[in-house]
């Protein structure tokens, strides 16, 4: 597609459940990064995968965060057990790395855990 | 820990007037981005500069660079209502994970 695609854009789940947020980079971008971003605050990276390189993990907050890539496309952020300290906008990006060129942006997904 | 901090943390000016916004960071660098960001969601990337360069031009935005001082500012000329929005500064990147500050938020009142 000619954009970063997030889905759901929004999402409302209780307390204990597991949640799963999908993105949809561009199409051939080797780069895509996760990140959370909670109400006024600046973006907290998570995990960023480059081409067929070990992902980088450091972000993840706990083990009940985990991501994956498939294919070098499209990855998936899964939240088990969510928490309500777990509710922000979670943004995902895309790049052709390596290339000097700015990052594109999904419309992030918004998660509430109530 | 954050790479970049931007400062001030929130400028309120009037339309046709100049912002500056100023980004530090702490280690060295390939590259410098400056990314815009509305109503909470999706960023979008302004301008890049690279660390062997010192300034750049887009339209109404100007960017410096001073690797001696860690340090690089945002211009907006003429600012205008739609302006208003977040603006943040983001290094690393070139396979290296990019690293946002907190932000800046612009007000820009008619």
């Known amino acids: 597609g000619a954009g970063v695609s997030q889905s759901p854009s929004n999402k409302v789940t209780e307390k204990g459940k597991d949640v799963e947020l999908r993105c949809d980079p561009i199409?051939?971008?080797?780069?895509l990064y996760w990140y959370r971003q909670s109400l006024g605050q600046g973006l907290e990276f998570l995990i960023y995968?480059?081409?067929?390189?070990?992902?980088?993990k450091s972000g993840l907050p706990s083990d009940r965060f985990s991501a994956e890539r498939t294919g070098g496309s499209v990855s998936t952020l899964t939240i088990q057990r969510t928490q309500q300290e777990d509710s922000a906008v979670y943004l995902c990006?895309?790049?052709?790395?390596?290339?000097?060129?700015?990052?594109?942006f999904g419309s992030g997904t918004r998660l509430t855990v109530v | 820990s954050q790479q970049g901090e931007e400062d001030p943390q929130a400028l309120s000016i009037q339309e046709g007037e100049n912002a500056t916004m100023n980004c530090s960071y702490k280690?060295?660098?390939?590259?410098l981005q400056w990314y815009r960001q509305n109503s909470g969601r999706g960023l979008v990337h302004l301008i890049l500069i690279r660390s062997n360069e010192r300034e750049k031009h887009s339209g109404r935005l100007r960017v410096t660079l001073d690797t001696s001082k860690k340090s690089s500012s945002l211009l907006i000329t003429a600012s205008r209502a739609a302006d208003t929005a977040s603006y943040f500064c983001?290094?690393?990147?070139?396979?290296?994970?990019?690293?946002f500050g907190a932000g800046t938020r612009l007000a820009v009142h008619p």
């Open positions: 280690t060295s660098i390939n590259n």
């Open positions: 990006a895309s790049s052709l790395e390596g290339q000097g060129a700015g990052y594109t």
């Open positions: 995968f480059q081409g067929n390189s070990a992902p980088d």
């Open positions: 199409s051939g971008h080797t780069a």
């Open positions: 983001a290094t690393g990147g070139s396979y290296n994970k990019l690293i």
